[in-house]
C-alpha cells in the first residue's frame, strides 16, 4: 500500500509540472485577445530538428539588447501602426494600464516572448518558407499577463 502512494504522489507531481510547463500558452490562447504582428524567418527550416522555423519580429526589437547587463524579464507594451503592433516600450519593471504587452526575457543572446517557434507539418513547410520570406503577419493571442501564443502565420 505504501508504494502505491508513493506512486501517486509522484505521479501528481509529474502532472502538476506539466500543468505549470504550459499553463502560459494555454492561458493566452483560452483568455487572449488576438493582435497581428509582422514576422521574417530567423532561422530556416533544419532537417535534423523537424519542420520549424525560428521566427523573427522586426517590429519588437530591441536597439540596445546587446549593452543591457541587467537580463531577465522584459516587458515589451504593445500600439497599433498601420493594422499590425509594433513595440512601445521596453520595461524591466511590470506596465500599468490596459495597454497590451509581451511578457519576454532576454537571458539568451535573443529576446524569447513565447512565439518564437513555428511547428508545420512536413508537407507546408517549404510553401511556409516562401510565405515568411515575402513578408508575413503573425496571428498571436496575448492574455492579460503578457503570455502569448502563436496561433497563425499568414500572407498579409
Avoid at 521574417?40 to 519542420?51: H, K, N, Q, S, T
Avoid at 506596465?95 to 507546408?124: K, M, V
Avoid at 508575413?136 to 503570455?147: F, T
Wanted: aromatic content about 8%; glycine content about 6%; proline content about 7%.
Amino acid at each position: 500500500m505504501n508504494k502505491l502512494i508513493t506512486l501517486g504522489v509522484v505521479v501528481a507531481a509529474q502532472a502538476a509540472l506539466v500543468g505549470v510547463a504550459v499553463a502560459p500558452q494555454l492561458s493566452a490562447r483560452l483568455t487572449g485577445d488576438t493582435y497581428e504582428l509582422r514576422v521574417a524567418p530567423l532561422d530556416p527550416i533544419d532537417p535534423f530538428r523537424g519542420a520549424y522555423v525560428t521566427l523573427d519580429y522586426p517590429d519588437l526589437q530591441w536597439p540596445d539588447m546587446t549593452d543591457d547587463s541587467d537580463n531577465g524579464p522584459l516587458y515589451i507594451t504593445l500600439i497599433e501602426d498601420d493594422g499590425v503592433m509594433v513595440a512601445d516600450e521596453f520595461l524591466r519593471d511590470h506596465p500599468s494600464g490596459d495597454q497590451p504587452y509581451l511578457a519576454c526575457n532576454d537571458r539568451d543572446w535573443h529576446l524569447e516572448c513565447g512565439i518564437d517557434s513555428l511547428f508545420l507539418p512536413q508537407d507546408e513547410a517549404a510553401a511556409m518558407e516562401d510565405v515568411l520570406r515575402d513578408g508575413a503577419v503573425a496571428e498571436v493571442k496575448i492574455d492579460r499577463w503578457g503570455h502569448a501564443a502563436l496561433i497563425d502565420v499568414r500572407a498579409p
